[in-house]
């Protein structure tokens, strides 16, 4: 089942989609999920809203909405879910979709998106690259913001001009982790997870 | 394979049963029964769509006249459901009711697989694990034992009050064991009681007086049972009497001392629930039962650290105080034991979130209960810690309960228990009340009603479960969501007032150990049917009333107790049972009396005959669990009706077939 | 006792933002005996943008754990966005064949079973060192610190055997053996710094830490105790900016610099220099 209401997904994440909705099925929405979290009250959906869209099979909603990147990641939620539904990685696995199925951009997903790139080149953060990375796709003023605290920064020696790369057989193992991972991905539906 | 006992071949007719479409949709009933007409020894074969049913009985019966049948077994569901039902059977046509095996096709096959063709083929591997089995069956007979007109009842709440007093009533004598000074449980701490809102003491407190007053009724108050030896109709039962520091015959329940204690409103009251306090020598609560004063001695200071002016002593006319009093322990034989230890509240120490015994004015129900109470700690004024009225006041539902990190199951009682106290909270003040819910379960007579009457009386209403309360100042703030808007809320009340979910008592592990019974996955006593034996347990001749098996309200209480209490009844009134005659023998030329098995023993049934230098079981305490055979370096202990041989009989049964099925 | 042992996962922030956590940690564990062998060549975990990908983000965190697997070690990991992927990895991988199976498979010529523990410098110095082993080697007591011990969201969760992930206690322990006085600082204590927002919803990350900032104010505190370099970047170096005029900055510290004061080791040693908000003030009113 790839064409879900309207809209077609790939059949990896039609099988991811199918998994996330399996693991939200036992959601009693009772709430507390969105009364634990810090940001709810900035997202549209809130996150008890959002397992609701998931329940329903709204997956082109859910994909489209802010609250997956308005998550901070503190797992609250998860901690407290009375259902043991794990919402915060499956926040991140929706993230991962929405990247996937080219849904539009946000703020949080230029910087995912730089973030792995950097990790991709050198093997670990640079984060000179991933801020100008960051800020070529998103208020490309706010870099100009961020100046005076990356001076400091830099002043004291916390920020270095020069990437810290692994050796040249750690780097080749990296890209062989990230390319290893998406050719699983494309070839079979998304990989198996949560634990 | 020839039966040991009896010369004449073994005749088995196998039955295998549909029951409806529970095995047979998932089981090829007729390929199973068609199989077992190829096994050895077996002369008959029949399907039955219900062979529990009269039809389906009376077919057996004309089978095995017709047949002769010598050896049965039934392929269906669990034996713990049918297998009496057949043994009767068996019984009715001259055979002995032992020479049946029960193949458990249901339980074990249908309801847990969902492959036809894999449930089959395991359905007739038990079904042939039974046929190699049932002919080292041997006869066996059960015994007949006298059941003693009495009954043990352990906790005095409302559901071993009630019980007791069916007994009594009928004339049997009942020994009511309760561990806090006075019996009442927690149903004396109530202010009035859901949908009716009578007053809890006016209907608790007449049968609290029944029951300490009544002739056939011995009350052992701040006692507990330490030991219980024996079977249906014959338990021996130690009980530890702690001691009062106060003789029971001479107190007069006056109070002098309790006025006269130096620690006078210094120890936070039990029966307060910590919201009122106490002295060392107290009176629980003015209706207690009996109405005699004790002394604590965790905090007297006589019996702390030797040294006290002793007002007590010097108040108490009668000179009842006396420091002298020892633990006791008296022993009684009853025929029967119904257990009535109900619940304590969840303890809340994993939810840190609610900020329960951390904020002031974040209570438990039953804490609430004493503020609305007029004989209270506030003589029913409902106000903060700090002495203000509440303006506001937020009710949490599940805290404790439905939440896999605590406690999954739904502990029934809270939703109508928090629309009950909105109700009082609404009445005694003025307060904005909140609801914050997930479901409101108003199931029961009268209950629904109620809910929509306490709906009118202006209480907000918010779908959603209270995530967590944060001191802010003087007010509480409650963050949740309000499902149905989508929107978080932040609510700041004055009190927060948590429905904590019901769990067994802290030593029901302990009271399960003394009695042998079973608890269920939610740590309550396991009844023997959840459906139709709920006040029976794996035990005979014990019973369940109240709370101990599972969260109830009092209605559902006292039906429970007195199915119970009708239990007892029905058992003492026959005045005799039947248990089974599966037990352990040792034999006695083998064994080396090492005294392995006494030690194992979990229910003290084997002794040393020290002369002859061999051990033997006491046939009537004897439970059948097999644990001495286990035990037994030298082999020397038969189980009757689980031998080795039959064990190892049906073990090949199962073999000898897997090896046919994967060869083929 | 043996001595302890770790293999040492400094994570990339370490290198950077948060060195003076790299350097305190090592100095205060070098102090207490304890041994760290960085992991060589060890890479980024993939922080909070792997979660968008568990596979990619347990392949990242498992070379590393691999490494420590080898030689038999348990891992020490400072960063808790480090440490919360490396121990979710190890627990995965150790719970679930069919994922170690596919992680074993992307990483290729490793094969991980996941029997490493993953501990955070704060478990080992609580737990494994023990608060009185600590208590014994304090010679400079913090008395004159009101500390609230800010455990950030991700060291007790999801969940792990360490500490509760409501209400954690270890540090406040550490902190009250180092001769602190701890304020309470439940439940803000485990509230989220808005870190993972910095970048994309600025104005409400800055938001959650000024809340942090004031609450911890509210309660007495005239410092405040770190164990993540993503909290630190919320309450270092962009505290400035989440307070508002007139309101009065609160020092933070990584709380492996306090107890490398306390067991009388040199500030400059411990990177207290290198913090954004200036620590004068308060370590002033240290005797």
Same mark, same amino acid.
């Given at each position: ?93 929706? $993230? ?24 991709? $080149? ?10 100008? $990375? ?30 810290? $790369? ?30 | ?128 694990? +039974? ?25 005095? @709440?409302? +559901? ?72 249906? @109709? ?100 009853? @025929? ?105 379960? +108003? ?14 009386? @202006?209480?907000?209403?918010?779908? &959603? ?7 802010? &100042? ?70 369940? +009333? ?28 026959? &005045? ?89 | ?41 060890? /890479? ?8 968008? /990908? ?167 505190? /005239? ?65």
């Amino acid at each position: 089942m790839n064409h879900i209401l309207g809209r077609r997904f790939s059949p990896a994440a039609a099988s991811a989609l199918e998994r996330i909705a399996e693991e939200v099925s036992v959601c009693m929405q009772c709430g507390t999920c969105a009364g634990s979290c810090p940001t709810a009250p900035a997202m549209d959906y809130t996150p008890r809203a959002l397992m609701r869209l998931l329940q329903a099979g709204l997956f082109d909603e859910a994909l489209r909405s802010r609250t997956i990147w308005m998550c901070t990641t503190c797992y609250t939620c998860t901690v407290r879910c009375p259902r043991d539904i794990h919402v915060t990685d499956i926040l991140g696995r929706l $993230r991962g979709i929405a990247i996937a199925e080219g849904y539009a951009e946000t703020a949080g997903m230029t910087f995912n998106k730089a973030f792995l790139d950097v990790v991709r $080149r050198y093997g670990r953060i640079f984060e000179p690259e991933l801020l100008i $990375r960051y800020h070529l796709r998103q208020e490309p003023l706010g870099i100009l913001g961020a100046a005076p605290i990356g001076l400091a920064l830099f002043q004291k020696g916390k920020i270095s001009p020069l990437p810290e $790369r692994l050796p040249a057989e750690g780097l080749a193992q990296i890209r062989r982790i990230f390319e290893a991972v998406e050719a699983r991905q494309k070839a079979a539906p998304a990989a198996s997870s949560h634990a | 394979m020839t039966p040991t006992h009896e010369s004449e071949k073994p005749r088995i007719g196998v039955f295998v049963c549909y029951c409806g479409s529970n095995i047979a949709a998932t089981v090829d009933v007729e390929k199973v029964a068609e199989y077992a007409a190829t096994l050895p020894n077996v002369v008959f074969t029949q399907t039955n769509k219900y062979t529990c049913s009269d039809p389906g009985q009376e077919e057996i019966r004309k089978a095995i006249i017709e047949h002769k049948l010598n050896r049965v077994v039934i392929a269906a569901c669990s034996p713990r459901m049918h297998e009496v039902t057949w043994r009767r059977l068996l019984q009715g046509t001259g055979l002995n009711p032992y020479l049946l095996q029960v193949a458990n096709i249901r339980e074990h096959v249908s309801w847990v697989h969902q492959d036809r063709g894999e449930a089959t083929q395991k359905a007739k591997e038990l079904v042939a694990a +039974a046929v190699e089995r049932v002919p080292l069956h041997e006869p066996l007979e059960p015994r007949q034992v006298k059941i003693a007109p009495s009954t043990l009842i352990v906790g005095g @709440g409302i +559901a071993g009050i009630q019980a007791a007093l069916d007994i009594a009533n009928a004339g049997y004598h009942v020994y009511l064991v309760e561990k806090q000074p006075s019996i009442g449980g927690n149903m004396a701490k109530l202010d009035k009681t859901f949908p009716t809102l009578d007053c809890a003491q006016c209907i608790l407190a007449p049968k609290m007086v029944d029951a300490g007053r009544h002739e056939n009724i011995t009350l052992f108050s701040y006692s507990e049972v330490v030991s219980v030896e024996g079977h249906v @109709g014959q338990f021996r039962v130690r009980i530890k009497r702690k001691p009062r520091y106060v003789k029971e015959d001479v107190c007069t329940g006056c109070g002098l001392c309790t006025q006269a204690c130096v620690l006078k409103d210094r120890i936070p009251s039990e029966f307060e629930m910590g919201m009122g306090k106490r002295g060392a020598a107290y009176i629980p609560f003015p209706q207690a039962v009996p109405l005699k004063a004790i002394i604590d001695a965790e905090h007297c200071l006589l019996l702390t650290r030797g040294k006290c002016s002793m007002k007590c002593v010097k108040a108490c006319g009668p000179g009842a105080i006396d420091f002298k009093q020892q633990e006791e322990y008296v022993e009684v034989e009853v @025929g029967t034991i119904i257990l009535a230890t109900g619940f304590e509240l969840y303890d809340m120490s994993a939810l840190p979130q609610y900020g329960y015994g951390r904020y002031d004015n974040v209570l438990d129900g039953l804490q609430f209960e004493r503020l609305c109470n007029a004989s209270g700690p506030t003589e029913g004024r409902i106000v903060t810690k700090d002495g203000r009225v509440p303006e506001s006041i937020a009710f949490l539902h599940c805290i404790g309960s439905r939440d896999e990190n605590t406690n999954p199951y739904c502990s029934q009682l809270c939703c109508m228990h928090n629309l009950k106290l909105a109700h009082l909270a609404r009445e005694k003040t003025h307060a904005k009340v909140y609801q914050f819910y997930i479901d409101i379960r +108003a199931g029961g007579k009268g209950y629904e009603e109620f809910y929509k009457r306490v709906q009118h009386e @202006g209480i907000h209403f918010i779908r &959603g479960k209270g995530s967590e309360v944060i001191q802010d &100042g003087d007010k509480l703030i409650v963050r949740a969501e309000d499902t149905l808007l989508g929107k978080v809320v932040e609510v700041p009340v004055d009190m927060v007032v948590l429905a904590i979910g019901m769990v067994p008592p802290k030593d029901i592990e302990n009271v399960a150990r003394i009695f042998n019974i079973n608890r269920s996955r939610d740590g309550f006593f396991m009844e023997a049917h959840p459906k139709l034996r709920p006040a029976e347990t794996n035990v005979e001749g014990v019973f369940l +009333a109240g709370a101990c098996q599972g969260p109830k309200d009092i209605p559902a209480t006292v039906a429970h107790a007195s199915a119970a209490a009708a239990q007892a009844l029905s058992l003492m009134s026959r &005045g005799q049972a039947t248990i089974e005659p599966i037990i352990a023998e040792v034999i006695a030329e083998k064994c080396s009396a090492c005294g392995e098995c006494i030690v194992a023993c979990p229910f003290k049934a084997i002794r040393m005959d020290e002369e002859a230098r061999h051990a033997y079981v006491v046939s009537a305490m004897c439970k059948g669990c097999g644990t001495c055979v286990a035990a037994c370096p030298s082999k020397s202990i038969k189980m009757a009706h689980f031998t080795d041989q039959q064990l190892i009989a049906e073990i090949e049964g199962i073999l000898g077939r897997m090896s046919e099925y994967e060869l083929a | 006792m043996s001595p302890l042992r770790y293999a040492y996962y400094p994570g990339c922030s370490l290198t950077t933002s948060a060195k003076e956590y790299d350097r305190s940690v090592r100095a205060v564990f070098d102090a207490l005996g304890v041994e760290l062998l960085e992991i060589e060549g060890w /890479n980024c975990c993939g922080a909070t943008p792997a979660s968008q /990908n568990e596979l990619l983000m347990y392949a990242l965190s498992g070379r590393n754990l691999a490494w420590a697997e080898a030689r038999g070690l348990d891992v020490v990991a400072p960063c808790s966005e480090c440490f919360k992927n490396l121990n979710k990895t190890a627990q995965a991988v150790r719970s679930d064949p069919h994922l170690r199976a596919e992680v074993n498979a992307v990483l290729g010529d490793v094969s991980l079973t996941g029997k490493v523990r993953v501990k955070h410098p704060l478990e080992v110095l609580v737990r494994d060192v023990g608060l009185e082993e600590i208590r014994r080697r304090v010679t400079r007591p913090l008395a004159g610190l009101k500390i609230a011990p800010y455990y950030g969201c991700l060291i007790t969760r999801p969940r792990n055997e360490f500490d509760s992930p409501e209400n954690p206690t270890a540090m406040d322990e550490l902190m009250a053996a180092l001769g602190a006085e701890v304020v309470d600082y439940f439940p803000y204590k485990t509230h989220c710094c808005g870190g993972a927002l910095l970048l994309s919803n600025k104005r409400i990350a800055l938001g959650m830490t000024r809340d942090l900032v004031l609450k911890a104010q509210q309660r007495g505190a /005239n410092s405040m105790a770190l164990a993540c370099p993503m909290c630190d970047m919320m309450l270092d170096p962009y505290q400035g900016p989440a307070l508002r005029a007139g309101e009065k900055p609160l020092p933070t510290f990584y709380f492996t610099q306090l107890v490398g004061l306390a067991l009388g080791m040199n500030p400059d040693q411990l990177g207290f220099a290198d913090r954004v908000v200036s620590p004068r003030e308060v370590l002033a009113a240290l005797s």
